[in-house]
C-alpha cells in the first residue's frame, strides 16, 4: 500500500510513552491498521503499544481543547522500536518555542521523528505582552512574599495553542499554577486593602529543567528568586507598568 504523504508508520507492534505528565495533557495517535483507525493515547509512566500509520499527534491539556500536530516527512519504524514523545522548549520566547519531537531506539540504534508546529492565529498571538519572559521548564512557581500579598501569574503552558491566561491568587506561602513548563509573562500582587498591580519581569530568564522560581518582596517591590542547581539564586527584578 502506497504510503500518504507526511506519514509516520509503525511496521508492527512498537511501545511509545510520553514525555510530559499525562494527567495535565495527554497525546494521542489516530492509527490506521489491517483497514480500521484507531486513537491510541500515550502514558508517561508506562509504554503503549501503538501498531499502524498516522498523520500526526494531538495534544490535549486539562480541560482545554486538542491540537495536531503533524508528521514532518515519511518515517516507516521496524517492528519492537521503542520511543518517547518529547515536548521541548527553545530559547526565544513566542509561540515558535514549542518543539514537538518522538525520539526511537531500534536494537541499539537511535533515531527521531519531528512534527510540524502549526502557525498560530494572530488574534491569540496578539495576547502576548511584549516583555521579557520567564522559560520555565517543569518547575513551580511560589508564593514568598514577606507581607500578606496574594500573588497570580499570567502564563501560557508548553504545546497548548491557546491565548496565556492569569492564573487564581494564592496566599504566601503556596504554589501557584502546579509543575509546569512554558512561559511566564508577568505577575499580580493584591492585599486586602490593596488593589490588583501588574509586575512584568525586567530580563528575560530561561530556567534549567526542574527548578522553581519565588516570587519574594513585599507589594511595593516584588522580586523573583529563582533557582539553580548546587543552591545558587538569581535574584530578577519586576518592574511594574501602569
Known amino acids: 500500500m502506497p504510503l500518504p504523504i ?14 510530559l505528565n499525562s494527567k495535565c495533557s495527554t ?16 502514558d508517561s509512566e ?3 503499544e501503538v501498531q499502524g500509520i498516522c498523520l500526526g499527534v494531538t495534544i490535549k491539556p486539562e480541560g482545554g481543547e486538542p491540537f495536531f500536530f503533524p508528521v514532518q516527512g515519511i518515517t516507516e519504524v521496524r517492528p519492537n522500536t521503542w520511543g518517547i514523545l518529547q515536548i521541548t ?4 520566547g513566542g509561540f515558535g518555542f514549542v518543539k514537538v519531537d518522538l525520539a526511537l531506539e531500534t536494537d541499539g540504534t537511535d533515531a527521531s521523528v519531528n512534527f510540524i508546529t502549526p502557525p498560530v492565529p494572530s488574534d491569540v498571538a496578539s495576547t502576548l505582552p511584549p516583555y521579557p519572559q520567564i522559560t520555565i521548564i ?7 512574599v514577606s507581607d500578606n500579598s496574594e500573588v497570580s501569574i499570567f502564563s501560557l503552558i ?7 491566561s492569569w492564573s487564581a491568587f494564592v ?10 513548563a512554558g512561559l511566564i509573562f508577568a505577575f499580580k500582587l493584591k492585599t486586602d486593602k490593596d488593589p490588583a498591580r501588574t509586575w512584568y519581569p525586567a530580563e528575560a530568564v530561561l530556567m534549567l529543567p526542574s527548578m522553581s522560581l519565588v516570587v519574594i518582596g513585599d ?4 522580586q523573583l528568586a529563582i533557582m539553580e542547581p548546587a543552591g545558587k539564586v538569581q535574584i530578577v527584578d519586576l518592574r511594574s507598568v501602569l
Open 6 to 19: 507526511d506519514s509516520l508508520t509503525f511496521d508492527g507492534p512498537c511501545y511509545l510513552t510520553y514525555g
Open 27 to 42: 497525546a494521542s495517535f489516530d492509527l490506521s491498521y489491517d483497514g480500521t483507525t484507531k486513537t491510541v493515547t500515550l
Open 46 to 48: 508506562t509504554f503503549t
Open 89 to 92: 522548549i527553545v530559547p526565544g
Open 138 to 144: 517543569d518547575g513551580g512557581v511560589y508564593n514568598g
Open 158 to 164: 508548553s504545546a497548548i495553542p491557546i491565548p496565556p
Open 171 to 180: 496566599p504566601p506561602g503556596k504554589e501557584i499554577g502546579g509543575i509546569f
Open 219 to 222: 507589594y511595593n517591590k516584588p
